[in-house]
Each structure stands twice: as structure tokens, then as C-alpha cells.
């Protein structure tokens, strides 16, 4: 087993009216004055804004709202919130909603006390030094933003999608009640459980294969979220199968199925194209390319796949490690049709893709040709076109 570092300091309050807490959280994080952020409808609809406004009110804490995120969060929605915490002394950072709340909350902390352009510090350039502290209301399990140190954000100009990670973004607490996520459409539902099992994917499927205690957590939550999603798109307000999906959410990307492993990410990145330039939910790009990837990288560690699809696929151990490596790709895409995932491009965009839009893409993930992705194989900008052409 490799050496490993791990670092999950998120306080987490799981289950019915945790989000009552929310006022005591935030004093106790040493919060005053908060910027409340969310995005859209659905937590003004649910009731759940108001309910959390009352507890801020009701516990003397101040605060300025902040909504309209959409998926996929944006960088001028980031710049707005810089604006409104420097002229209004926020001082702390409360996202009540999913992974793109939570992203836009972890770019704006970033930016908060930070010179330069924020953008900068998605491209890499530079690192900011001091950031806002952040806490969370979750209401998607999905892209486990809550205890990761990633952010995700879009900028409009290029439709550029990059990623900034840095353990300051990790929340200060994360509430999280299953009861919140009832709401949730099947398709966004979907979404969410592919994002967490690719997740999970992203380091299970690696160079290194000697971590059985980490394979084996990787199995369960794969398993559990499995044969938990097919429950809840039954029956939405299953209060057991939303619990064990949330959880599973969190474990799958607070790094405890990657310790000791190398990791891959390559889907991940492969995906970012596709979500910037057709703003496509993250949780269905992933679906739609990981077939082709897995089928593209699998060579490099066979037995790992092989394993992978009996412990997790239930094939039966009968044939060569190929043959039941293609047989578990094969099982793994036929669940996620089960889900009403796409497992393709054109079952993604509802049109072919064109030459042009794959080149585009794949010179954006490899900066021009400059940069390579993967840690199971590593990808150039060749073999990026050609994931994406086998996933067309
Ligand atoms: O905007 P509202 O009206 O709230 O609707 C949202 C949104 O349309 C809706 N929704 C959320 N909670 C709901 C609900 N609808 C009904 N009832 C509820 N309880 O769901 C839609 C999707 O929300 P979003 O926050 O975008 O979903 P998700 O959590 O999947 O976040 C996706 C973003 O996270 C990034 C992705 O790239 C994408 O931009 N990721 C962030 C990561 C991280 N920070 O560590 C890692 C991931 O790999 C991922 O890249
Ligand atoms: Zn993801």
C-alpha cells in the first residue's frame, strides 16, 4: 500500500431536522455575518430557505442572500459574491444546496481576500492564501463538494471548466438530512448516484492493487448505492435508501476510497469537457463516457477489472480476466440505462457530435497538446479523441 495522507475535518450532522443546527453551527465556526447562497427554485420551493432564515433570525445572526446558481456554477456569479462579502464584511460562507452552491461558495472564499483575478487561481497560476470559512445544507447527493477541497467552476468566456483544490475549501460542517432530498427529480437522482460511484471509480481503478481494505470499502458502497438507487427511483421518499445514497455521496469523494491508491480522474476530466461546452448534468457525462474509457485503459490493470466485475457486477467468475473485465463494463452499462443514464455522447446531447467539437474539447483537456491526464494510463490529446470518438 502506498503512503497516504488523510484529512476529512468536515463536523457532519446527518439525519431528521439536522438543519435546525445550522444557527449553533455557524456561531461555533465563529460566523457573524453570513452570505447565504443557493441557487435556483428548489430550496425557496421546498420551504427550506425560509426555514433556514428563521433559524438565522431567530439566533440573532445577520445575513445577505445570495441565489441563482445553476449547475454547472458560474464565474460571474463568483465575482457578485466576492463584491458583496468585501463591501458587507461577510464572514462566513453558508451554500444551501449541491455541489454547484457549494463550488460557487468555495471559489468566492478563495477570492474573498485574494488580489488578483480569481480566475487565476482555477488556471493554476497561483494559490490564494487566506479564504472564508464555509458551511453546507446539502440538498443532492451527488459531487460529495461537501467534504471534498474541490471546486468546480465555468467561466462563460470559453465555456472553460477547471477545477481548484486546496484543503481550506473543505466546509466547516456539512448538515445533512435525507428528508431534503425527497424533492429531488429521478433524472437529478441519477446523477448524483453516477457521480458518486465514478468517484469511487476514480480510485479503485488505478495502477496499484494492493489495498484490499480500500477495494473492499470501494465494493460495498458501489454495491450499497447500487441496489439503494433502484429503491429510491421506486419510491422517492424511502427515508432509509436516500440516507444510505447521502452517506454514500460523502465517503465516495472525502477521499477514504482512495487511501493508498494512486487514482485515475481521467473520466473526470474527459467530462468537464463535455459539461462546459454542452452544459450537460456532470453525473450523465460521466455515464456517457466511462464505457468507452474503461473499455480504452482497461489493459493496463485487467485483473482489477476482472474484479471488479464480479465482486461489484455479480458476474460469474467463469472466462479469462478479459472476458469478464468486458463482461462488468457491459453489466455496469446496462445499470446505468437502468437509471436512465445515457452511455454515449448521442444518447447525452440528442445529436451526433461532430469532429470539430471532439477536437475542440480534446485540445482544451490537454491545453493545446501541452498536458496529459490519467493515472491508470496516462492520456494525450490522441488518445483523448480517441475515448471520445468511441463514446460518439
Ligand atoms: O438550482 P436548484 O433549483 O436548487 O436545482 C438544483 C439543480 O438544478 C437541483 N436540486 C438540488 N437539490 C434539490 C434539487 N431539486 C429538487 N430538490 C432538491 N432537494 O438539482 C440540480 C443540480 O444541482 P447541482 O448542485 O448542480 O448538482 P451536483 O451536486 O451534482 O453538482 C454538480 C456540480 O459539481 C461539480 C460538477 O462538475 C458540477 O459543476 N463537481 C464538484 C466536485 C467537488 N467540488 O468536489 C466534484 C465533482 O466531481 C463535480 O465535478
Ligand atoms: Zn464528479
Redesign the pocket.
Known amino acids: 500500500m502506498k503512503n497516504f495522507k488523510y484529512y476529512a475535518p468536515t463536523k457532519v450532522v446527518f439525519g431528521k431536522d439536522s438543519e435546525l443546527s445550522v444557527a449553533e453551527l455557524i456561531k461555533d465556526f465563529g460566523g457573524n455575518k453570513v452570505l447565504l447562497h443557493?441557487?435556483?427554485?428548489?430550496?425557496e420551493k421546498?420551504g427550506l430557505l425560509n426555514k433556514i432564515e428563521n433559524c438565522l433570525q431567530n439566533a440573532g445572526i445577520e445575513y445577505v442572500k445570495l441565489g441563482g446558481?445553476?449547475?454547472?456554477?458560474r464565474l460571474s456569479m463568483v465575482r457578485t459574491g466576492i463584491e458583496i462579502c468585501k463591501k458587507e464584511n461577510i464572514d462566513f460562507l453558508l451554500a444551501v444546496?449541491?455541489?454547484?452552491?457549494?463550488?460557487s461558495c468555495?471559489a468566492i472564499s478563495s477570492g474573498r481576500f485574494f488580489d488578483g483575478d480569481v480566475w487565476d487561481l482555477y488556471l493554476k497560476k497561483t494559490r490564494a492564501e487566506k479564504y472564508l470559512p464555509i458551511g453546507c445544507v446539502l440538498?443532492?447527493p451527488?459531487?460529495?463538494?461537501e467534504m471534498?477541497?474541490?471546486?468546480?467552476i465555468?467561466n462563460e468566456e470559453g465555456w472553460l471548466?477547471k477545477?481548484y483544490c486546496v484543503d481550506d475549501f473543505r466546509c466547516k460542517f456539512a448538515i445533512m438530512n435525507p428528508e431534503?432530498?425527497?424533492?429531488?427529480?429521478a433524472w437529478?437522482t441519477s446523477?448524483?448516484v453516477t457521480?458518486m460511484m465514478?468517484?469511487t471509480f476514480e480510485r479503485y481503478f488505478s495502477k496499484d492493487d494492493d489495498m484490499e481494505i480500500t477495494n473492499s470499502i470501494a465494493e460495498a458502497l458501489l454495491r450499497t448505492v447500487m441496489s439503494e438507487a433502484h429503491k429510491v427511483l421506486k419510491n422517492p421518499t424511502d427515508y432509509n435508501s436516500r440516507a444510505q445514497i447521502m452517506w454514500a455521496g460523502s465517503l465516495a469523494?472525502n477521499d477514504l476510497t482512495g487511501c493508498g491508491t494512486t487514482g485515475d480522474w481521467a473520466t473526470?476530466c474527459l467530462e468537464?469537457e463535455l459539461?462546459g461546452l454542452f452544459d450537460v448534468?456532470?453525473?450523465a457525462g460521466l455515464a456517457a463516457i466511462w464505457g468507452s474509457w474503461a473499455r480504452y485503459c482497461r489493459c493496463e490493470n485487467m485483473k482489477q477489472f476482472a474484479r471488479f466485475a464480479v465482486n461489484v457486477m455479480q458476474v460469474n467468475n467463469v472466462g479469462s480476466d478479459e472476458e469478464l473485465a468486458e463482461l462488468g463494463i457491459r453489466a455496469m452499462e446496462e445499470f446505468f440505462h437502468s437509471i436512465g443514464m445515457p452511455t454515449n455522447i448521442k444518447e447525452l446531447i440528442g445529436r451526433d457530435i461532430t469532429d470539430e467539437e471532439i477536437e475542440l474539447m480534446a485540445d482544451k483537456c490537454s491545453d493545446g497538446g501541452t498536458s496529459t491526464i490519467g493515472g491508470l494510463k496516462v492520456l494525450t490529446k490522441n488518445d483523448m479523441i480517441s475515448i471520445y470518438k468511441m463514446a460518439r
Open positions: 443557493y441557487g435556483g427554485k428548489s430550496a421546498s446558481v445553476v449547475p454547472n456554477p444546496g449541491g455541489g454547484s452552491v457549494i463550488d468555495k440538498t443532492i451527488a459531487a460529495g463538494s471534498s477541497d474541490g471546486s468546480v465555468t471548466k477545477d431534503l432530498t425527497y424533492t429531488l427529480p437529478q446523477c448524483g457521480d465514478m468517484h469523494h473526470h468537464h459539461s448534468s456532470h453525473g
